[in-house]
C-alpha cells in the first residue's frame, strides 16, 4: 500500500474518531446536563411561544440526527393563555424529536435543524370573536436581551417530518374546517433572503376540507399523495405552492396554489387544479355535497379532462370559495334526469359567481355547456351555449339547432303519437325553461320547426297521411302553423294555422288550447278523415326505448284535449256516394266532439246547408243536426246518403225535385254509417214536379183497391209533408197526396222494421184530369167525390195486413 493512502486513511480514521468523540461527549453532556438542556431547549423554543410550552422529558439519541446531536422530547403541550375559555390545546405530541447543531449546543446555545413528531394532534382554533389560539406564536422579538451573546432570532427549521398526526384547522368565524390525519409529511426547508423555500412528501387523509363548513367538505375521507414545492416572499406576504402530480383518491392532479398571508389587501388563496381524464363521479365526489347532491344527477360515461380555480379568503367575509370549473367532454353518453344523450361532446363552465358581487352560492352559480353536439332518442342536435342558472331554483337557457331524418322522430315519441316515414325535419329554436327536480319542465320557445316531404301516420285517428310539409314557427307565446301540405289518399289539404297562447295553455290548460285553420283543398275525400269520429286511440303496444320525460305524453294530451277551428273551402267534395261542389265549412272540433257551425255544399242541382254537432263515443258518435235542403235532385240526394236508412222507399222509388228542412238526431259509426234505428227529429219536405216510381206498398194497395190501375208511375206535380222521426218508426202528418194516377189523404206511423199503422182515404174516382181544374176550391171539391176508400195498412204478428178502416170516421 502506498505511503500517501496509509497517511490518508489514518487521517479519515481519526476524523470520525474525533466526530464520534464529539457525538459521545455530547450525549454525555446531554446525559449529565439533562436539566440544563432542557431549560436551553425550553428557552429556545419559548423565543416563539406566548403562551404555556411543557415539555414533560427529554432524551439524547445518539444515532438519529449524525452528526447532529438528537433530542427526543416527550409529551410536548403547547397552549395559548385563553385555553381554559375554548379547550383547543394547540400542539399535543407524545414524541417531539429534534435535531441540534452540536457545536451551537456547545456554545451554550440550541440551533434545531429537524423536527419530527409523531403521534400528535394540531389544532388550530378560531372563535366567531376572530380570536385564534395561534396568537401563542405573537410574541415580541424586539425586546432587549440581558445577554447579547444569546441568539435572538426564531429558529429556523432545515428538515421536518410528520407522521400519526391530527392536524386540524377550525375557524369558526369564516365557517372554515379543515380536518387531515397526516400518515407522512416529511420535507426540507431553505431560507434565501426573499423568505423561505420547502420541498416536502405529503401523505395525508383529508377528513374535511370544508371552506364553508355550513356546506359540507371538499374531497371528504380522500387520501392525498404528493411532492410539494413551496416557497415564501416576505415582501408580497404571499406562499406559492406546487404539486404534479396529487393523488387525490385514485386520481391525479396537477395543483398550483398561491396564500396570501398580508392582512392587506385581504388574507386569502387561489388554487388552479388539472385533473386530466377523470370521470364526472370521480370529480364530483371531490366537491361540497351541496354541489355534489346537484352534480350527481347527472352522469358522463366517459373520462374528461378537468380545470377548477379555487379563490377565497381567510376572514370568511365572503361567503367563498369561488369556483370556476372546465371540462371537455367527448363521445360520452350523458345521463340527465328523464334522458340520455348519445354521442355528446361539448366544453363545460361551472361558476359560483355568475353576477359578481352577489356571493358564491347555488343561487348564483351557472353551468354553461358550449358547442355541445348530441343525439337523444336518434334525433341529433346542437347547442351553441346552454345554461342552467340558480342551481336553486334553476332556469334553463340555449340554443337547439337540429336537422335529421323524419323517421328519427318515431324513437322519440315511441310511436305513441303518430309514425314518421320518408322525408326530412330540422329545428331551430331558443328557449327558456323552469327546471323541476333537474328536469325540463315548460319551456318558453321561439323559433321554427320545419318537416318536409314526410309521410305520417297519426295512431290515435288511424288518419294517414303522405307527402306532407308543415312549418311551425314559435312567435312570442303563440304558435304560426304555414307552409302546410297534408295529403292523405287522393285528398290534398293546404294549410294556414295559429294557436294563441300556445305555450302557457299546453302546460296548464291544453283543454283552452284553440288551433284555428284555414282550409283550402281542390278535392277532399271525406272518407279518408273518418278517423275524427272515432274515439282516440292509443298506440300499439311498444318496449319503451328510452325516457322522452313528460314530452310525448304532454303532447298527446295537448292534441287529444285541445280544440280546433276551421275555416274550410273546398272544391269538390267526395263522401261515398255523395259529390258536392263550391263547399265551405266552419267546424269547432272540441276534446269529445265536433261543432258544425255552418257547411254548405252545391250538389244535385241545389244546395245544402248544415249546422249541428258530433258527439264521439266508443263505437258510436251521436249527432244532431239542422239542414236545409233546396232544390235538388230527389233521386242523385237519397242515392247520395244512402236512403237514409230506409229499405222499402229508396232513390229508385223517386223523381224530381226535393226542398227540405231538418232538426233530428242521430248516430253514425266510426265507419261513418248510419246506425239503424238511431234518427230522431222533425222533417219538414217539399216537393215538386215528383214521380213515385214502383213504391210496392202503394202497389198492394192498388191491387186490392185499383185492381187495373197503373200505380207503378204516380206523378206528383206538388207535395208538401211533415214527418216525425222517432228511431225506426216514422210518423206521418196528415198529408194530402195528389197525383196522376189518385188521390190520397195520409197519416199514420211507417215502421222501418215493425209497427206500421197508416190510415189512407183513397177516392175512387179518376183524378187524371185534375191538373186542368185551375180553382182550388173547386179542385178541393172534386177531390172526395164519388167512392171513397179507407183502407188501414197495418202489422200483425210480423205481417201486413191491408183491410178496411171501420173507424176511419174516428180517426
Known amino acids: 500500500m502506498p505511503n500517501w493512502l496509509k497517511i490518508s486513511l489514518k487521517i479519515l480514521a481519526g ?21 440544563k438542556v432542557l431549560k436551553m431547549v425550553n428557552e429556545q423554543l419559548d423565543k416563539s411561544v406566548d403562551g404555556i410550552l411543557i415539555i414533560g422529558d427529554m432524551k439524547p439519541n445518539f444515532f438519529r440526527g449524525f452528526p447532529d446531536i438528537s433530542l427526543s422530547l416527550k409529551n410536548v403541550l403547547i397552549r395559548d393563555k385563553k385555553y381554559a375559555q375554548h379547550k383547543h390545546t394547540l400542539l399535543d405530541a407524545k414524541d417531539f424529536n429534534i435535531s441540534v ?18 403521534n400528535a394532534a394540531i389544532d388550530l382554533f378560531t372563535d366567531s370573536t376572530g380570536y385564534s389560539n395561534t396568537t401563542v406564536f405573537k410574541k415580541d422579538n424586539k425586546q432587549v436581551k440581558d445577554n447579547p451573546s444569546e441568539s435572538s432570532s426564531i429558529t429556523q427549521l432545515k428538515k421536518f417530518s410528520l407522521s400519526n398526526v391530527t392536524f386540524t384547522v377550525d375557524d369558526r368565524r369564516a365557517h372554515k374546517l379543515f380536518n387531515f390525519a397526516v400518515n407522512d409529511i416529511s420535507g426540507k426547508m431553505q431560507y434565501p433572503d426573499s423568505g423561505w423555500r420547502a420541498d416536502f412528501r405529503l401523505n395525508v387523509l383529508a377528513k374535511s376540507m370544508a371552506f364553508n363548513s355550513r356546506h359540507g367538505s371538499f374531497i371528504k375521507n380522500k387520501l392525498l399523495k404528493g411532492d410539494f414545492v413551496a416557497g415564501y416572499n416576505e415582501k408580497t406576504g404571499k406562499i406559492n405552492v406546487s404539486v404534479m ?17 398580508a392582512d392587506k389587501p385581504a388574507a386569502g388563496f387561489s388554487m388552479h387544479i388539472v385533473a386530466d381524464q377523470i370521470l364526472w363521479r370521480s370529480a364530483a365526489a371531490l366537491l361540497a355535497p351541496n354541489v355534489t347532491t346537484i352534480l350527481n344527477r347527472f352522469n358522463i360515461s366517459k373520462p374528461m379532462d378537468v380545470t377548477c380555480d379555487l379563490t377565497g379568503s381567510f376572514n370568511g367575509n365572503d361567503g367563498g370559495p369561488q369556483l370556476y370549473v372546465t371540462a371537455k367532454v367527448k363521445d360520452s353518453k350523458i345521463t340527465i334526469p328523464g334522458a340520455e344523450l348519445d354521442n355528446c361532446s361539448f366544453d363545460g363552465i361551472f361558476n359560483n359567481n355568475y353576477v359578481k358581487d352577489k356571493g358564491f352560492g347555488d343561487d348564483n352559480s351557472i353551468i354553461k355547456l358550449i358547442n355541445l353536439k348530441a343525439s337523444y332518442n336518434h334525433l341529433p342536435f346542437t347547442i351553441d351555449t ?4 340558480n342551481l336553486l331554483k334553476p332556469v334553463a337557457t340555449g340554443n337547439f339547432k337540429s336537422n335529421f331524418p323524419a323517421a328519427d322522430l318515431n324513437y322519440f315519441l315511441e310511436d305513441d303519437v303518430a309514425k314518421f316515414n320518408n322525408g326530412s325535419a330540422d329545428m331551430n329554436l331558443r328557449y327558456i325553461a323552469d ?18 316531404n314526410t309521410d305520417i301516420y297519426y295512431w290515435p285517428r288511424n288518419l294517414k297521411f303522405k307527402n306532407n310539409s308543415i312549418s311551425l314557427n314559435f312567435v312570442g307565446d303563440d304558435l304560426v302553423l304555414s ?15 295559429r294557436v294563441n297562447n300556445f305555450l302557457n295553455l ?57 280544440k280546433v277551428e276551421m275555416h274550410m273551402k273546398v272544391a269538390k267534395v267526395y263522401y261515398k256516394k255523395f259529390l258536392a261542389t263550391d263547399a265551405y265549412a266552419d267546424l269547432l272540433t272540441t276534446e269529445n266532439g265536433v261543432i258544425i257551425k255552418s257547411i254548405g255544399v252545391k250538389h244535385a242541382g241545389g244546395s245544402l246547408k248544415i ?29 247520395a246518403f244512402n236512403n237514409f236508412g230506409l229499405q222499402d222507399f229508396t232513390y229508385e222509388n223517386l223523381k224530381g225535385f226535393l226542398s227540405a228542412k231538418t232538426n233530428i238526431t242521430g248516430s253514425v259509426s266510426d265507419a261513418g254509417n248510419l246506425v239503424p234505428r238511431s234518427i230522431n227529429g222533425n222533417l219538414d219536405v217539399s216537393l215538386r214536379d215528383a214521380a213515385l216510381l214502383n213504391f210496392k206498398p202503394l202497389i198492394g194497395v192498388g191491387k186490392f183497391v185499383f185492381p187495373f190501375r197503373d200505380l207503378k208511375n204516380i206523378a206528383i206535380p206538388k207535395l208538401d209533408g211533415h214527418f216525425v222521426v222517432n228511431g225506426d218508426m216514422i210518423t206521418i202528418k196528415p198529408l194530402q197526396v195528389s197525383s196522376s194516377v189518385l188521390n190520397v189523404d195520409v197519416a199514420g206511423v211507417y215502421g222501418l222494421t215493425k209497427g206500421t199503422d197508416i190510415a189512407l182515404d183513397i177516392p175512387l174516382r179518376n183524378p187524371g184530369k185534375d191538373s186542368l181544374i185551375t180553382d182550388k176550391e173547386e179542385l178541393q171539391k172534386k177531390r172526395f167525390k164519388g167512392i171513397v176508400v179507407h183502407i188501414r195498412a197495418h202489422e200483425e204478428n210480423g205481417k201486413m195486413k191491408i183491410g178496411w178502416n171501420k173507424n176511419h170516421k174516428k180517426n
Open 611 to 639: 249546422s249541428g254537432r258530433v258527439m264521439q263515443g266508443r263505437s258510436v258518435n251521436r249527432f244532431a243536426i239542422n239542414s236545409t235542403v233546396s232544390h235538388v235532385d230527389m233521386r242523385g240526394f237519397f242515392y
Open 386 to 389: 346552454g345554461s342552467i342558472i
Open 506 to 562: 299546453y302546460y296548464n290548460a291544453p283543454e283552452k288550447i284553440l288551433f284555428t285553420w284555414q282550409i283550402r283543398s281542390p278535392q277532399l275525400y271525406l272518407g279518408e278523415f273518418i278517423g275524427f269520429l272515432a274515439e282516440r286511440k292509443s298506440g300499439p303496444a311498444t318496449k319503451s326505448r328510452k325516457n322522452s320525460g313528460n314530452i310525448v305524453k304532454q303532447l298527446g294530451n295537448a292534441l287529444d284535449r285541445g
Open 101 to 118: 447543531n452540536t457545536a451551537s449546543l456547545f456554545r451554550g446555545t440550541i440551533d434545531i435543524n429537524h423536527i419530527d413528531i409523531t
Open 245 to 261: 402530480p396529487l393523488n387525490i383518491g385514485d386520481d391525479a392532479f396537477k395543483i398550483n396554489a398561491v396564500f396570501a398571508t
Open 435 to 452: 327546471i323541476i327536480d333537474y328536469r325540463i319542465n315548460k319551456p318558453l320557445i321561439r323559433g321554427s320547426i320545419n318537416l318536409r
Open 15 to 35: 476524523f470520525i474518531l474525533l466526530i464520534v468523540v464529539i457525538l459521545l461527549g455530547a450525549t454525555l453532556y446531554i446525559t449529565y446536563n439533562k436539566t
Open 483 to 497: 307552409n302546410i301540405r297534408m295529403q292523405t289518399g287522393r285528398s290534398v289539404v293546404t294549410m294556414e294555422g
